[in-house]
C-alpha cells in the first residue's frame, strides 16, 4: 500500500466547465476526508465519510460541489460549473478509526 | 468554534540550530488532540507529532518537542539540530473528540533552513 492517492494532480480548466477529483484512500481506512487549502492558507474542511456515508459537510461545500464514496472505497469530488474562486489546492486525508489521517499529494485546481 | 493561530508567517533557521514556531488556540472544551504537520513543497502533509491535552508530559519525537501550555492555550514546536530536510509549511492543527476527527488548521508557519 503506498498511501492515498490523488489523481489528477494537476487540472486546468476554464470557468464554467465542470471538474472531478479522485482520491484513493489506504486500504483498510473507513474514514475520509476532503479539505480545500488555498495560497497562505491551512486546509479547510470540506467533507467526511465513513465507509460510504457522508456524515458532514462544511458550509463552504455549496451546492456546486458533491462528493461520493460508493462502496466505501474510493472517493471523488465534483464540482460544477467552477469558478475562479475554485483554484485550490484540494486535499483528501484518510484515517482509521483511531485517528491519525493521512494525507495526499493534493489535486492542484487552475480556473482560467 | 474552535479556532487556530499560528502567528509566524515564516521563520529561518541555522542548520544544526534551535527553532521554536508558536501556535495557539481557542476551544471550550476539555479533551482534545493537538498536532504538528510538515508540508514540504509539492509532497503531501505527514504527521509530526501529536499532544492529548489530558496528558500533561510534552510529547517529544527525536528532535521534535512541544511546549504544550493547556491554560494557556499555547502548543509550540521545538526543533532542535535543524536540518536543510526540516524546510517546509508547518501546520498546526486541532481536534475535538467528536465522531468525526476533522481538523482544523492554522495558517502555517514557512521555515527555511540556512545552511
Known amino acids: 500500500d503506498t498511501g492515498v492517492s490523488q489523481d489528477p494532480r494537476h487540472k486546468i480548466t476554464k470557468r464554467g466547465q465542470n471538474v472531478t477529483f479522485r482520491c484513493d484512500p489506504i486500504?483498510?481506512?473507513?474514514?475520509l476526508y476532503w479539505y480545500r487549502q488555498t495560497l497562505g492558507q491551512g486546509p479547510e474542511f470540506l467533507t467526511y465519510f465513513q465507509n460510504e456515508a457522508q456524515l458532514e459537510k462544511s458550509r463552504l461545500l455549496s451546492d456546486r460541489f458533491s462528493a461520493e464514496r460508493p462502496k466505501g472505497s474510493f472517493s471523488t469530488l465534483e464540482i460544477q460549473r467552477t469558478e475562479q474562486g475554485d483554484s485550490a489546492m484540494y486535499l483528501c486525508?484518510?484515517?482509521?478509526?483511531?485517528?491519525?489521517?493521512?494525507f495526499g499529494e493534493g489535486s492542484r485546481l487552475t480556473v482560467l | 468554534a474552535q479556532t487556530v493561530t499560528q502567528s509566524q508567517p515564516e521563520m529561518s533557521v541555522q542548520e544544526a540550530e534551535t527553532v521554536t514556531l508558536s501556535c495557539t488556540y481557542d476551544t471550550s472544551e476539555s479533551d482534545y488532540y493537538l498536532f504538528w504537520y510538515k508540508q514540504p513543497p509539492s509532497r503531501q502533509m505527514i504527521l509530526v507529532i501529536r499532544q492529548e491535552a489530558y496528558k500533561q508530559q510534552n510529547a517529544t519525537e527525536n528532535r521534535f518537542s512541544v511546549n504544550f501550555q493547556k491554560a494557556a492555550k499555547s502548543f509550540s514546536l521545538k526543533i532542535s539540530d535543524s536540518q536543510l530536510g526540516d524546510a517546509a509549511m508547518y501546520f498546526c492543527a486541532y481536534r475535538g473528540r467528536g465522531a468525526t476527527n476533522k481538523l482544523i488548521f492554522g495558517t502555517g508557519t514557512l521555515l527555511a533552513v540556512q545552511p
Open positions: 486500504s483498510e481506512h473507513n474514514r
Open positions: 486525508a484518510s484515517s482509521s478509526h483511531t485517528g491519525e489521517l493521512f
